[in-house]
């Protein structure tokens, strides 16, 4: 690790190596370790270790970005000298105004040793301990075990100063047979909560009960969607429409929607980075401080996320410190508020639905109207009269999830870390009507 | 770098190694675009370092650096070895190898004009010129147009002997037209999804791709698409573009034939394929007898060849499917022995810091007899297909659902009217069973996706399809209501 004092340090220097108007370093330094298992045993184990630094040089209402890896003083000097070169040769763009001004950031627990002490051996064990209870259950186990180490450093010559150390780690499985497959995931910064025994045990418990589905004609329905599900098109409703860009350029559903119903009352949505049931992290990805923004409040549309280029195209937006340093912005602390809801109660007040362990392949087909299609996939299983009578084959959706999210009947009582593009702290749901359109063989 | 590289395999060995490679790369990439008449991004990146993959204990470690220097030379092998005795915890078998020759070797794509050296100024200028003509209708919001250049040194040195210097280039742009009307919002783009069209050429495929006289069309019809109605649902013929076949044959065909796959190593991500052993040249029907598709990295130019592969197995042609039937797979080292070959050269790694798994390179389907016109003059009741949105495939690559920009409809046919959110479904043997024509020569080109992804931490990869436009028989098209 190269640590804040030092990092900040090397961030000051290179600010000093141009003569831009306004300059900003970013700098990221990784370690990542990735233990892969299929068929029972490790078949992939890595070991990942860079350092980038990325310089955006601005002159007047240009801006040059330019990135290496190599932190050696000569590459720096190239690094920024390219960025200066490349703004140059630009035009204006009247839509750009400044670079982030300085904020408070506040105090956010990001670093955990238990996570940046994990050794290959460790994982190894992680790994073993549910490939050892898919040996002893006559079944195949295939995922992952993860941990890194990461470090992000913002300065720029507005003042804004920021580092934090973050570390991740997090365990999937899949466990299938012949004739069924279940699923499981856990994920935390700090891997002394991961617990391998408890994935594998409820991967395995759900692929028992997913044992030889049957073939079932899709059609509307009602559904249950597990924690993973919900993570998942809540996932892709904040990269459809939760950032201010596709607000502004009206891609976004919530365009022209603030403060109007746009879905059911009983859910509230809100990103909030400093929340440490959720991932913490402080600042965005240029130095600007977290604020907590409720998105949807009570399915009223309410708000979306800004950095300090999509804020600075309205008036009278400041930057809520959603900056994916790719000039907009996304939520990536997601919550979706719990309700009273268990998962048998959920069942029970099921008449006829698709209880849906996770999707598969989601890809949206109309962002501006959330619509999506993808497969179930390790577990779908048919609800009839308050009780779950068979596994069926997978099926193939394609529905608006606004439109999804304006039918809910229950919402979960638990919760939990879930999530593709960022994590998200999720309950389960039960909607009303979910439009299943095709079947597979399997 | 022969001696940095024998430092690595030397030290590998001494930790424990039975067999050790390293890859040193050093890539750059330039990123250009423009949007609604102004510059949007203008970026640059360099980026080097080294991975080193060995085998200790029977089982696989990997590890990789940024700094290339003695000392976190003999660190990263020391790691490596350490991380495959760990993964040897688990084992179950001893990792073995299909042979390989060693060589020592040079391999260059050969631009004809180097990209990152046509100034900046100048690709700017063309984009903004690309971009005015976008604005072909009044309902068009955003307009689009974006360049992209990437450079790779790579040096692959094995235990075995091997040492190869490759050197690649690789260009590719889209250009994007949204127009807005009464709520709807419709995209329409060109040459393909997924940044554009890309091959391992200079900037002279920038030129060939003629955005100048494109961009007039996009916009255009971007316009028209927002007024269009909405396609209507029902079993129909499908005539497919060549842009939107090479995304079919990609998610339907390349994936499967992933030996790795098909073995189960993807099974914790993205699942596995139907694709199983027992299908292997058993005379199973993956096709029509018009659906003949081979996998080749030698075409020069195409997006996904290349002089040797990850594991220095040297670049060639394997048969997929002949006339209909299922005969071939993309293999490595490690998995060619299950179907009792040698690896057909497909390990590829997406940079120094990944780990190579077996990828598509140019996955193609043999050109017909037919030219489009002759299609859409045969077809009765169907619709031509153009520019995919989406896509999302099961996780057997069996059931599958896309969805292009737009649709033309044919009656009788003529083309008679343009359609707006097409949509089609259907499983994969079922639907290329039911291709009954495939363009000539003439109209056959191979396109070429940027960043095909595959593999935990996800690695995205340059692949290419040769496709010419093909009819497909009564497939079901809409998904109810919108």
């Known amino acids: 690790m190269v640590g804040r004092e030092r990092a900040i340090e090397l961030l000051e220097r290179v600010l000093r190596l141009t003569e831009a108007d306004q300059v900003e370093g970013t700098m990221r330094t990784r370690e990542n370790y990735l233990t892969r298992y299929a068929n029972n045993a490790i078949h992939q184990n890595i070991a990942q270790s860079d350092a980038t630094l990325q310089i955006k040089a601005v002159l007047g209402k240009k801006v040059g970005i330019a990135t290496t890896n190599s932190l050696e003083d000569e590459d720096l000097a190239r690094a920024a000298a390219q960025a200066v070169a490349t703004a140059k040769l630009q035009k204006d763009n009247p839509q750009f105004v400044s670079l982030a001004q300085p904020t408070p950031i506040a105090e956010a627990k990001t670093y955990y040793e238990e996570t940046a002490g994990l050794t290959p051996e460790d994982r190894a064990r992680l790994v073993l301990d549910i490939c050892r209870q898919a040996d002893q259950a006559g079944l195949e186990a295939a995922g992952a075990v993860s941990s890194s ?41 700090n891997a002394a909560d991961l617990n391998a025994t408890a994935v594998g045990e409820e991967a395995i418990a759900r692929c028992q009960a997913n044992q030889s589905p049957i073939d079932f004609d899709p059609s509307e329905m009602e559904v249950i969607l597990s924690h993973y599900a919900v993570a998942e098109l809540l996932g892709y409703l904040n990269y459809m429409g939760f950032g201010a860009l596709p607000f502004q350029e009206g891609r976004s559903f919530m365009a022209g929607k603030l403060s109007q119903k746009v879905m059911d009352e009983k859910l509230t949505i809100w990103d909030d980075g400093l929340d440490p049931a959720g991932a913490p992290m402080p600042f965005d990805f240029e130095g600007v ?49 719990s309700g009273t809801a268990t998962e048998q109660e959920m069942i029970a007040q099921t008449k006829r639905g698709i209880y849906v362990t996770r999707f598969h392949y989601i890809r949206p087909i109309h962002p501006a109207r959330t619509i999506i299609t993808g497969m179930t996939r390790d577990g779908a299983f048919l609800v009839e009269d308050g009780r779950i009578t068979s596994p069926v084959k997978n099926l193939r959706f394609t529905q608006s999830i606004v439109e999804a999210f304006s039918h809910v009947d229950l919402v979960g009582k638990e919760t939990r870390l879930l999530g593709e593009f960022a994590l998200s702290r999720v309950p389960m749901l039960k909607l009303a009507r979910f439009n299943f359109t095709g079947k597979t063989a399997h | 770098m022969r001696n940095l590289t024998q430092q690595a395999l030397e030290s590998a060995r001494r930790a424990g190694a039975t067999y050790a490679d390293i890859r040193i790369i050093e890539n750059r990439q330039e990123f250009l675009s423009v949007k609604k008449g102004n510059v949007d991004t203008v970026s640059s990146g360099r980026s080097h370092g080294f991975g080193l993959r060995v085998i200790a204990d029977g089982a696989w470690g990997f590890a990789s650096s940024s700094r290339l220097e003695a000392a976190e030379i003999d660190r990263v092998a020391d790691l490596a070895v350490r991380i495959a005795r760990a993964s040897a915890l688990t084992k179950k078998t001893e990792v073995r190898l299909a042979p390989v020759e060693a060589v020592d070797d040079r391999w260059n794509s050969n631009p004809k004009i180097d990209p990152f050296a046509v100034k900046t100024e100048e690709k700017l200028g063309f984009l903004l010129d690309v971009d005015k003509r976008l604005k072909g209708s009044p309902e068009i919001r955003v307009t689009q147009a974006q360049i992209q250049a990437l450079g790779e040194k790579k040096i692959f040195a094995s235990t075995e002997g091997s040492y190869i210097e490759q050197q690649l280039t690789q260009t590719g742009g889209a250009i994007y037209a949204y127009a807005a009307a009464e709520g709807e919002v419709q995209l329409r783009s060109y040459p393909a999804l997924f940044g554009g069209d890309f091959a391992l050429k200079g900037y002279e495929h920038i030129e060939e791709l003629d955005f100048l006289t494109e961009a007039e069309r996009v916009g255009r019809e971007a316009g028209q698409l927002v007024k269009a109605e909405q396609c209507p649902s029902g079993r129909r013929d499908l005539i497919i573009s060549g842009s939107h076949l090479a995304l079919q044959l990609h998610e339907s065909c390349g994936h499967p034939i992933e030996l ?51 594991e220095g197995v040297p670049a060639q042609r394997t048969q997929i499917v002949d006339c209909g039937e299922f005969v071939g797979y993309l293999t490595s080292r490690e998995t060619a022995p299950a179907i009792g070959q040698t690896s057909n050269g497909a390990m590829m790694a997406n940079g120094w810091d990944q780990i190579p798994l077996v990828r598509m390179t140019n996955v193609c389907l043999e050109p017909g007899d037919w030219t489009l016109d002759e299609m859409i003059k ?73 960043n095909c992804g595959k593999g935990e931490p996800m690695q995205p990869i340059r692949v290419g399809h040769g496709t010419a436009p093909a009819r497909f028989r009564q497939v079901k098209v809409g998904v109810g209501k919108w």
Not at chain 1, 154 to 181: C, D, E, F
Not at chain 2, 278 to 301: C, L, M
Not at chain 2, 393 to 406: A, G, K, L, M, W
Not at chain 2, 443 to 448: D, I, L, P, R
Request: glycine share 10%; charged share 20%; net charge neutral.
């Open chain 1, 149 to 189: 180490i990461n470090e992000l450093a913002i300065a720029n010559s507005l003042g804004v100063r920021a580092y934090a150390p973050i570390t991740s780690s997090g365990v999937t499985a899949v466990i299938m047979s012949p004739t069924g497959s279940g699923f499981a995931e856990a994920s935390s910064r």
């Open chain 1, 289 to 337: 401080g977290k604020q907590k923004v409720v998105i949807i409040d009570k399915g009223v549309a309410n708000a979306v996320v800004y950095d300090s280029f999509t804020a600075h195209r309205e008036p009278g937006k400041r930057s809520t410190g959603h900056s994916n340093g790719r000039f907009s912005a996304s939520a990536m602390n997601l919550f979706i508020a």
């Open chain 2, 378 to 450: 045969d077809t009765k009741d169907g619709l031509l297909l153009d520019l995919s949105t989406s896509y999302s495939i099961d996780d057997r690559r069996y059931n599958f659902q896309f969805s292009t920009e737009v649709a033309w409809e044919i009656k009788d046919g003529s083309i008679t009217r343009m359609l707006k959110n097409p949509t089609y479904t259907s499983v994969t043997p079922e639907f290329w069973g039911s291709c009954d024509a495939v363009a000539g020569k003439d109209e056959w080109k191979v396109w070429g996706i940027p």
């Open chain 2, 260 to 310: 790795d796959r098909v073995l189960g190593t993807e099974a914790g991500l993205v699942g596995k394929s139907f694709l199983t052993l027992d299908k292997f040249r058993s005379g199973y029907r993956y096709g029509s007898e018009a659906v003949s598709i081979f996998a080749d990295s030698t075409i020069p130019g195409a997006n996904g060849s290349l002089g040797y592969d990850d």
